[in-house]
């Protein structure tokens, strides 16, 4: 009897310092450390650990451990709990007692063995945090908690230091974009090439009133937030003006309340502008439905009714343009078609008289209206096109010649800081760990081909 009684004092004695699921004789990972992510908005937080002694295959090839399991707790400040391993019973310690309970705490995270780091996307920036590794083997079993000595602070950088040199690039592409506004509003010629699209709008407007018969502008099927549908309205701006000019009515059906609002708008400015208010009918620009295929019948059915003799097609289309496109052909309408959609270019190109094709459709504003700060603002993007494709075209080349001449290292060199760097996120100064990885290759490489000859003597 006195020996049941020792025994159970024992167990009860020794029960809470054992954790619930853990296996004492599997080995917990080592070095465990958890730093804050630089250059990001202070949402992250990496975490990295030695691998468990046991963490190698057995002589049957199973291997004892089967995954880490990445547990964290807050260190108390008084904002409440966080997601993941907080519970009410574990919030506010600032390490891991040896009694961790398993069950109750949930892991932010797992990795598979031979892993050694993690990434904890599910951070609060300003907060604290300490962070534990178990390693897990079969059977729910645990190692004990490898614990991190340095609690972390999730903090954000104001100044993301990867993407300084794309701030470079902006800061001279907006200065060149100044520099050509201010040359333009001082008298300065910027040459824009002809586009045909645009020119025809004349000639589509005179013919509609020749024939007697309106004009329809088409602004796309998406509300007016979306890119394409402003840059059909500036089209609409002007296809407007002619018809005042001529005398043409102009028809406007729109898939979107605020487009029609916004159209209305641009047209009255644009009959006014033109001394021709008598002439406005806000009638004539009209909405339709939301609907797509709603929207596509009726506009098909004002096209078969009104004959239009012009038809214009300017914002973001989908596999409506095709239909639209026909059924104007087969009642012979002159077409001039503008989107960005590579989707829906092809059908416009095959069905329309004019099409303007991706950049063509958003210099349209600069093109009609010769603004100076337009005009400069689309010299300045050309700029910054050129750039770009300057670095695309030297990147390329110093890949293929690295390719080629793998062992000179400035090319080398050259090659790792245009990807890594320039279009890369390592920022303006080199990775000290790259470049040691490169300079390694070069010199095996290098005793390589020094060793090459011995050989071929040795042979002779």
Do not use: H
């Not at 993941?84 to 961790?100: M, P």
């Not at 797992?110 to 390693?135: C, H, K, M, R, W």
């Not at 009609?368 to 750039?387: A, F």
């Amino acid at each position: 009897m006195t020996r049941v009684l020792c025994s159970l004092l024992i167990l009860l004695g020794v029960a809470p310092c054992i954790a619930v699921g853990q296996v004492v004789d599997l080995a917990p990972p080592t070095d465990v450390a958890a730093s804050d992510v630089p250059d990001d908005t202070g949402g992250q937080i990496a975490v990295k650990w030695g691998l468990s002694p046991q963490d190698r295959p057995a002589a049957d090839g199973s291997n004892p451990v089967l995954s880490y399991v990445i547990y964290r707790k807050l260190v108390q400040t008084g904002r409440g709990l966080e997601s993941g391993a907080e519970t009410d019973a574990g919030a506010g310690e600032i390490i891991f007692t040896s009694d961790f309970d398993y069950e109750a705490n949930r892991p932010v995270g797992s990795v598979p063995y031979s892993v050694t780091e993690f990434l904890d996307e599910n951070v609060e920036g300003g907060v604290t945090y300490v962070y534990a590794i178990a390693a897990a083997g079969p059977g729910d079993s645990f190692s004990p908690l490898a614990v991190a000595a340095i609690p972390v602070t999730a903090k954000m950088q104001y100044i993301n230091q990867g993407k300084l040199w794309f701030l470079i690039i902006m800061m001279v592409i907006s200065i060149v974009i100044v520099y050509f506004v201010f040359y333009a509003k001082r008298g300065g010629k910027i040459k824009v090439r002809p586009i045909a699209g645009l020119e025809a709008v004349t000639e589509a407007v005179g013919r509609s009133t020749e024939m007697g018969k309106p004009v329809l502008f088409v602004p796309g099927i998406l509300d007016i937030n979306d890119i394409q549908t402003v840059a059909g309205i500036t089209v609409l701006s002007n296809v407007a003006r002619t018809a005042a000019q001529y005398d043409a009515e102009l028809k406007v059906p729109t898939a979107r309340s605020l487009v029609m609002t916004t159209a209305r708008e641009t047209v009255q400015a644009a009959y006014l502008g033109e001394g021709r208010p008598d002439a406005y009918n806000e009638d004539n620009i009209y909405y339709l439905t939301d609907e797509q295929f709603g929207y596509t019948a009726g506009v098909q059915g004002a096209m078969v009714r009104e004959k239009p003799a012009a038809c214009f097609y300017m914002g973001a289309f989908y596999a409506e343009s095709l239909i639209l496109a026909e059924t104007a052909n087969s009642i012979g309408a002159i077409q001039i078609a503008g989107t960005a959609m590579p989707s829906q270019l092809p059908f416009f190109v095959a069905a329309c008289d004019y099409t303007l094709i991706g950049e063509e459709f958003f210099a349209a504003s600069a093109y009609l209206s010769n603004d100076p700060e337009q005009l400069g603002s689309l010299k300045g993007q050309d700029v910054g096109k050129i750039i770009a494709a300057f670095l695309l075209i030297l990147g390329c080349l110093l890949a293929t010649l690295s390719t080629v001449l793998p062992a000179v290292s400035p090319l080398r060199m050259a090659d790792l800081y245009i990807m890594n760097n320039v279009l890369g996120e390592d920022g303006l100064i080199p990775d000290e760990e790259r470049v040691t990885m490169l300079n390694n290759e070069i010199n095996e490489l290098w005793e390589a081909q020094k060793a090459e000859p011995a050989i071929d003597e040795g042979a002779n």
